[in-house]
Each structure stands twice: as C-alpha cells, then as structure tokens.
C-alpha cells in the first residue's frame, strides 16, 4: 500500500511541476500536450489495426508488444490528466481540507492558495 501511495504521489508532483511551469509559461509546456495526443492517437490507431488489418505473422510478436507499451503509455497519460482514482481524489480533498484547517483564520493568501490546487 505505501508503494501505491508513494507513486501516486509522484503523480501529484508531476501534475503540480506542470501546472507551475503552464503558469509561468515555460517554453517546453507545449510537449506535454503533444506526447499525450501523440500517444492516444497512436493508441487509437494500434487498436484499429487490430480490429480491422491483417497484421502478418512475422509481425505479429513486434506488434503485440508495440501495441503493449501503447497501451501502458495511454493508461498513464489518462492517469496523470484525469487522476488515478477516485479514491486518489478524496485523499486529494482531505489533505487540502487538513492544510486550511491547519492555516490561520488571518492568513487568506495561503487559503486561496491551498484552495486553487
């Protein structure tokens, strides 16, 4: 379980670096959009081959294995623009609850702050 947690975490971290870097407007921020729609629509595109080509039985190993790490990248990609889980939301939501517990009634800036993640 703390594994999961750890990983979900670094998931978290990953979507708060890119939010800063959009907020900045970093030069590089375009790539992760790219590589998402790169990755989908390379996804979508194995998935109809499968359905609809005859894929050659020479082929068939290198592609069932190109059409796997597909798979993985789209699930990952949907994971990180979409969350995890559930579950990973209502951790989100109770962490943020505790951190504006947690901060002074006089401190409205580190609210907001808090509330806007």
């Known amino acids: 379980m703390r594994r999961l947690d750890a990983e ?46 005859v894929i050659p039985a020479a082929n068939s190993t290198v592609f069932n294995i190109i059409l796997g790490a597909f798979s ?12 995890s889980s559930v579950g990973s939301k209502d951790k989100d939501q109770d962490k943020r609850r505790e951190a504006i517990e947690q901060a002074s009634a006089g401190d409205a800036a580190a609210i907001a702050r808090i509330s806007a993640t």
């Open 72 to 83: 993985t990248a789209f699930a990952t990609v949907i994971g990180f623009h979409f969350g």
């Open 8 to 53: 979900f975490e670094k998931l978290e971290q990953a979507r708060r670096f890119y939010l800063e870097q959009q907020a900045r407007n970093a030069k590089h921020v375009w790539v992760n959009p790219v590589l998402s729609v790169g990755i989908t629509g390379g996804f979508i595109v194995l998935v109809y081959m499968t359905a609809f080509v």
